[in-house]
């Protein structure tokens, strides 16, 4: 991938396409193509196919998808399998068709078996049940990965594939019906800091365990196997490392300064007991987080106050 190389960001408003966007630009990439929601409705074949033969991207980032916590996951089935299957169907078969250098699909952590060794290595791909709560957007996201691999293999297309743990950080989604955890308990405490409140709800057990990623380094990880990486398989992308539920509520308790009380409402779901991934294989190629979480959660905080 040349410094001129036509690059095309899918979901470039989103939470990773944003942090692909900045880390392209900071590394000095000059030609990098967008459409907004308005512009380029990725559901639909036709116009991805019109916007593919007039624009023709040499590089490909697919970061677009319908995306949502474990609420919105559970509650709209349709939506998180149909939508993520069209995107995904209509960007790969256009990559092939308009003849894309290459293209890095990104998968999800949530692609492997609810219960499965931990940490989780890329074989444990197909090899158990998913997890109820995301079932839906698993399946579309397993589809993607096989559809890169399927246009490997039958056509060459350079297509990749990349599966990150739970990300965060700015541009994420703070919408407490449809975010993932981390932002949620974030506003939650927040506005309970502000409202002088004594305690804040946090769903479930607050036993399950979790790792998260900036999406900085996210976004670093995805430049990188771009430049490196040119194989069929699956590769993670985390830190490694995981917390619980409970210690994570503490951690951002902490860091905005609220010391009123957790209370736990196990009516809400757990979802799978633990998800961390390992992280061997692209630590191995040469790439490693590098955000510390602390840090990564206080400029998030920063960002969070400034943009709501
Ligand atoms: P998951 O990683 O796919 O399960 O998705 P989430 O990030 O939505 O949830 C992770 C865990 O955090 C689950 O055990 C949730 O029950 C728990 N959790 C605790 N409080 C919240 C909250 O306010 N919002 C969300 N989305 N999850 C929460």
Not at 15 to 27: F, Q, W, Y
Not at 52 to 67: G, T
Not at 87 to 104: G, R, S, V
Not at 201 to 218: I, S
Request: one cysteine or more; aromatic letters at 8%; charged letters at 20%.
């Amino acid at each position: 991938m040349k410094k001129t190389s036509k690059i095309y960001v899918a979901g470039h408003r989103g939470l990773v396409g944003t942090a692909i966007c900045r880390n392209l630009a900071t590394d000095g990439f000059e030609n990098i193509i967008t459409a907004s929601h308005s512009e380029l409705d990725l559901c639909s074949q036709l116009a991805v196919d019109d916007f593919f033969a007039k624009h023709q991207p040499e590089y490909i980032f697919l970061a677009a998808a319908k995306v949502g916590g474990i609420m919105a996951n559970s509650s709209k089935p349709v939506d998180f399998l149909v939508d993520n299957l069209r995107i995904e169907l209509n960007i790969i078969t256009a990559a092939h068709k308009y003849k894309c250098k290459k293209i890095l699909f990104l998968g999800s952590s949530c692609i492997y078996p609810k219960l499965t060794k931990q940490p989780i290595t890329e074989d444990a791909l197909l090899s158990g049940s998913l997890e109820p709560t995301n079932e839906w957007y698993a399946i579309a996201k397993i589809a993607g990965i096989k559809l890169c691999q399927a246009y490997r293999q039958q056509f060459e297309l350079n297509a990749i594939s990349c599966m990150p743990t739970n990300l965060y950080g700015p541009n994420d989604n703070f919408d407490l019906t449809s975010s993932h955890v981390l932002p949620a308990l974030m506003r939650k405490i927040h506005e309970a800091k502000i409202n002088n409140k004594k305690e804040v709800v946090v769903w479930g057990t607050g036993n399950p365990l979790r790792e998260f990623l900036h999406v900085d380094d996210l976004a670093q990880a995805c430049l990188f196997l771009m430049k490196e990486y040119n194989s069929p398989e699956i590769i993670n992308i985390g830190t490694g490392s995981d917390l619980s539920i409970k210690e994570l509520a503490e951690l951002i308790k902490n860091i905005i300064g609220f010391d009123g009380n957790l209370v736990f409402d196990t009516d809400k779901p757990d979802g799978t007991p633990r998800k961390v991934l390992d992280v061997s294989k692209i630590n191995n190629l040469g790439w490693t987080a590098k955000i510390p979480f602390r840090e990564g959660i206080k400029s998030t905080y920063k960002w969070f106050l400034e943009n709501n």
